[in-house]
């Protein structure tokens, strides 16, 4: 399994968001969504059998496919397995966190 893990580490680069404090959001990231998307942004293991795995934000289908709007709604009331975390997040965290998902590329 960490065979596995390093192998598919590498090729994800997250490209720093314009105005975000890089070190404070991906301390903010690391510590509310990291846990389970993982710090490289990749998505990780499903949290519970016949649980979908957490989203992988390197996937360009994925980028594509959500609003800021959408991606900061999910976050704030969460979705299927992911709980909701705006009573933790203030707007300005909220805006952090979803720079900081966009940052991430393929």
Known sequence: ?????????????????????????????????????GSDGKGGVPSA???PAPRNFCDAAFQASRTDDDLRKIIKQGKGPMPPFGALLDDR??????????GFKP
Request: glycine share 12%; hydrophobic share 35%.
């Open 1 to 37: 399994m960490l065979a596995f893990c390093l192998a598919v580490s590498g090729g994800c680069k997250r490209q720093p968001g314009a105005g975000d404090s890089h070190a404070e959001t991906k301390r903010l990231f690391d510590s509310v969504c990291g846990k389970c998307h």
């Open 49 to 51: 059998e016949g649980q």
């Open 93 to 102: 965290q909220l805006t952090q966190l979803v720079a900081y998902i966009r």
